[in-house]
């Protein structure tokens, strides 16, 4: 096709010479007829004149006028002047075309195939506009029927509503007059004018109770009754904090009783007596403080069938010189025992142990006061452990001390042996001195905490 587009089109009209398909026969009348027909003498008098096309005004304009903007869509002048403007627009040159008094002639074929070739273009132009234009008046009129039915739908339904609307306001007003009547008679016994009041503020706390229920035991926290629900309302609070009890012990683990135990314990000793009891009450207690490696076999095989309840690394202070030494503490189902390394250094029975001792202080000093008729016994024991209230917990419990355990302010005595007494002098500072002083007393300086 680039081949053929390149080439000179040239026009070549067949004549047949006769019908019998004979050579050197000429038969006139057919000729003629055909010359006739094939419009040749046409085109020769065109060709003559120098033209190959040839309309008048009024055809060219119509046909072409879709090519300016001027003409189209419609030409309101003469038709001479319409195609003038029109071949101005197309750009025809001077020597291409002529202009008689009722036709156009154009002289070259390649100028007519120009302008039938941007007719083509054109015609696609207005076909798509032609469409564009069908289908927003489609569409217009489309929306327009559905905004109708819109229009309809919305007026009915705002009907609706407002219909709805009286009859809910109507309905509001009968129930706020019954209301302003019961609250006039809230007071009176029950009758037709306050009942409606009357169950209506019972069933608004009932819902604000349910709402607000306590999320556990600890919660105290419970919605104020109105005047005529006092007493149900103080039912109510019993039967939900039996039911919260009952739930909670329900779920509680042998484990976590314990701790409950041990913490109750430690609450009835320590709280609001001892300033570092606070910093103790959300760590758990754990079952011992060492693990069966730090404790030497040695020891255990002479505890033998003692079960071992607890373990914790102290200080213990000597009862002369107060020098600090580490020990380790088991408690057993028996006894206190303090070991050093891979030896029992002293082994205080539950029997024997007459009380424990403590500041009131941020300290973790503690003493063991022992039976003095007791021989094996050198004297009462100073101990230093950085969990103090864990380990005394322990000790109360295991021992049955617990109403045994003494907080003191200001000293503590202690028998050191053979009749012999030391003190303890506590004071507050702000930080943590152990060492004895000049008077040859124990003097521990503890920072305040000020927590109670």
Not at 59 to 85: H, M, N
Not at 274 to 294: A, I, M
């Amino acid at each position: 096709m680039e081949i053929l587009m390149s080439k000179e089109p040239s026009y070549i009209r067949c004549i047949k010479p006769n019908d019998a398909k004979q050579a050197g026969r000429f038969d006139e009348v057919l000729i003629r007829h055909q010359v006739k027909y094939l419009g040749l003498m046409e085109n020769l008098r065109v060709r003559r004149a120098g033209f190959a096309y040839r309309r008048k005004y009024e055809i060219f304009l119509q046909r072409y006028k879709s090519l300016c903007p001027e003409t189209w869509p419609t030409w309101d002048g003469r038709p001479y002047d319409g195609v003038a403007v029109l071949l101005k627009h197309l750009s025809y040159k001077p020597e291409e075309f002529k202009m008689g008094r009722t036709k156009i002639f154009i002289r070259f074929p390649k100028t007519l195939f120009a302008t039938e070739d941007a007719l083509e273009i054109r015609k696609q132009s207005l076909a798509t506009t032609i469409q564009a234009n069908w289908r927003g008046f489609h569409q217009r009129k489309k929306f327009q029927k559905m905004k109708n039915s819109a229009i309809a739908i919305q007026s009915w339904w705002r009907g609706t509503l407002g219909r709805r609307k009286a009859a809910k306001r109507k309905r509001a007003v009968g129930i706020i007059r019954r209301f302003i009547k019961g609250f006039i008679y809230r007071n009176y016994p029950r009758c037709p004018e306050n009942e409606y009041f009357l169950d209506y503020i019972r069933y608004s706390f009932l819902m604000t109770l349910k709402r607000n229920l306590p999320k556990n035991v600890l919660d105290k926290s419970w919605p104020t009754p109105p005047p005529s629900l006092q007493e149900a309302s103080q039912l109510l609070r019993e039967l939900c904090m039996q039911n919260m009890v009952w739930s909670y012990c329900k779920r509680i683990s042998p484990e976590w009783k314990l701790q409950l135990e041990q913490k109750v314990v430690a609450s009835e000793i320590f709280k609001d007596k001892k300033d570092n009891y606070p910093q103790s009450v959300p760590r758990l207690f754990l079952n011992t403080r060492l693990g069966s490696e730090d404790i030497n076999a040695k020891v255990l095989q002479v505890l033998g069938n003692e079960a071992l309840k607890y373990a914790v690394p102290v200080i213990k202070y000597d009862r002369k010189g107060y020098k600090a030494r580490a020990r380790q503490l088991l408690l057993t189902q028996n006894a206190v025992v303090l070991v050093e390394e891979s030896k029992i250094k002293q082994r205080i029975d539950y029997a024997n142990l007459t009380g424990i001792s403590l500041s009131s202080l941020s300290d973790n000093l503690f003493v063991l006061h022992v039976v003095q008729q007791d021989n094996k016994q050198k004297g009462d024991v100073v101990l230093q452990s950085d969990f103090v209230i864990e380990t005394l917990t322990k000790i109360a419990i295991c021992a049955n001390k617990v109403n045994n355990v003494n907080i003191n302010q200001g000293s503590i005595k202690f028998t050191v042996g053979q009749g012999k007494e030391g003190i303890i002098d506590f004071t507050s500072g702000s930080e943590l001195l152990i060492a004895k002083a000049k008077n040859g007393h124990l003097a521990v300086v503890a920072p305040r905490l000020n927590s109670r």
